[in-house]
């Protein structure tokens, strides 16, 4: 029996190869699946590393997969060393307060953070936060309005010429407009949130939403005449419609109009954080430009990959969650 249909895409040649069945074809997929990545990765490298050997900057040589691949291993042990320093601190601080206590029980400690500054991973970490945050608001925002654009063809006329103005609009033009607003509106002696973190998400927001908003609004549009007429015949009312037909019609186009929105807010991030200097991944990059030292443009190129990585992990992940929930079975993972 074949199991392709029962075990993970890439799991399956393998297992069908181990029994026996067909096994010039399993070999010819699991070639198509790995080797000619491989292939193409390995090409990849070489050119790489002829091309930087060729070039020479202000900084020394243009670093190539070998001297990037050494920044990746001293980044890491960086973050390493400082997770030590940081739990040394903390139980340090423990200790004393341990030790006031004993002195003083009616003592009310106080934890102070850990003054260090964030590693290279510590800047993934707060870039994923901030841009998952300004996708899910814009989503938020995005998929009901465009289902009520959808709906009504009239909506749609008159909606549509501001969509179509604002949606190219560059994060550059939003930022300081963003970053004048929030500074005066967002005056709090105790803030919940950095205004940098909230200009960077925002920015997000404002650039990521027009892609989700035009294909809902797309796909409500084109849901097939059929199911508009089983509608109207069992007399379902508006939210009843909507939630019954138009939006499992609609889930393919919403999910590509979410993967695009996905792949703007993460390349939008980037270009916030370097202007607005928040904190993540297009800080680092944008220090280590200021930084001007001899391992420079091997950890740039180091943070060029990891967004690039992280962009295609992201992507992928939208692609499976619509594979689980779309009745659309054909999306796969490519």
């Not at 069908?16 to 193409?40: A, M, S």
Request: glycine share 6%; aromatic share 8%.
């Amino acid at each position: 029996m074949n199991l392709s249909l029962k075990t993970p895409n890439a799991i399956a040649p393998v297992v069908n190869l181990v029994r026996g069945e067909n096994r010039r074809e399993q070999v010819d997929i699991l070639f198509r699946t790995f080797g000619l990545p491989l292939i193409g990765l390995l090409v990849f490298l070489m050119i790489w590393a002829g091309a930087a050997a060729e070039i020479k900057t202000s900084l020394g040589q243009f670093p190539g997969p070998a001297q990037v691949w050494h920044q990746a291993e001293a980044l890491y042990a960086e973050h390493l060393a400082e997770r030590e320093k940081a739990d040394a601190f903390y139980e340090r601080q423990e200790e004393r307060i341990a030790e006031r206590q004993a002195k003083d029980p009616d003592y009310q400690p106080r934890i102070h953070d850990y003054p260090g500054k964030p590693t290279f991973p510590d800047q993934i970490v707060t870039s994923l936060i901030t841009v998952l945050s300004g996708f899910l608001i814009a989503s938020i925002v995005a998929i009901p309005v465009g289902i009520v654009i959808g709906l009504s063809s009239k909506l749609y006329s008159a909606f549509n010429p501001i969509i179509q103005i604002l949606k190219p609009v560059s994060p550059l033009a939003w930022l300081p407009l963003v970053t004048i607003v929030v500074s005066a509106v967002y005056v709090t002696d105790d803030p919940l949130f950095d205004k940098s973190f909230l200009v960077s998400m925002i920015t997000v927001v404002l650039c990521s939403l027009w892609p989700t908003m035009i294909n809902t609004a797309v796909g409500v549009n084109t849901v097939s005449s059929d199911l508009l007429n089983v509608s109207k015949v069992l007399r379902l009312g508006w939210l009843t419609h909507v939630i019954k037909i138009v939006l499992p019609s609609s889930i393919p186009m919403i999910f590509t109009g979410l993967r695009l929105s996905l792949g703007i807010a993460w390349m939008v991030l980037i270009a916030a954080e370097m202007l607005a200097q928040s904190p993540g991944l297009g800080k680092f990059v944008w220090d280590e430009f200021q930084n001007g030292s001899s391992d420079s443009l091997a950890r740039i190129m180091v943070a060029v990959l990891a967004i690039g990585f992280i962009g295609f992990l992201l992507d992928r992940g939208m692609l499976a969650l619509q594979r689980a929930v779309s009745w659309d079975k054909s999306a796969v993972l490519r």
